[in-house]
């Protein structure tokens, strides 16, 4: 019982120490959002774990960003981009969702409803537009190298 209590603080310091990193420099490593706008830390570029509640849209994420409706990055996002519907603007990585949209996208895009004005990678879903590729309109499947 005792390390369990030992292990728990450590585990609540780490984060508060986290937070408190994070709130004097520009980036954090971790945020918590209920809606766009509304989250713990106020810093938009996360490099960790963004996680949405409802939604959350933020300048840049390197890492992961998960919510249950709305994902979205203003600037950058690079790793895994989750939720209902996600959007950013230059990807790099995996967008999961139903629907998924990036101006720049580098990597996968995987849901009912892909689009990229630029693609360099591989949509796998039911509609899949890339705007400037080969094929700017395929069922099930679409890559642009």
Do not use: R
């Amino acid at each position: 019982m005792k390390k369990c209590v030992v292990v728990l603080l450590m585990a609540v310091m780490s984060v508060v120490g986290f937070v408190a990193l994070s709130v004097a420099g520009e980036t954090t490593p971790i945020k918590i959002s209920l809606v766009p706008g509304v989250g713990i830390p106020s810093q938009s570029t996360v490099h960790g774990l963004d996680l949405g509640l409802i939604g959350d849209d933020v300048a840049e994420v390197q890492g992961l960003q998960i919510a249950w409706i709305y994902a979205g990055t203003k600037e950058k996002m690079v790793g895994l981009q989750t939720a209902f519907v996600d959007i950013g603007k230059e990807v790099v990585g995996v967008q999961y969702g139903f629907y998924n949209q990036a101006d720049d996208m580098t990597g996968l895009q995987l849901g009912f409803i892909n689009s990229a004005d630029y693609m360099s990678g591989v949509q796998i879903g039911l509609v899949n537009i890339i705007k400037k590729g080969a094929l700017p309109f395929m069922v099930l499947i679409n890559a642009n190298f």
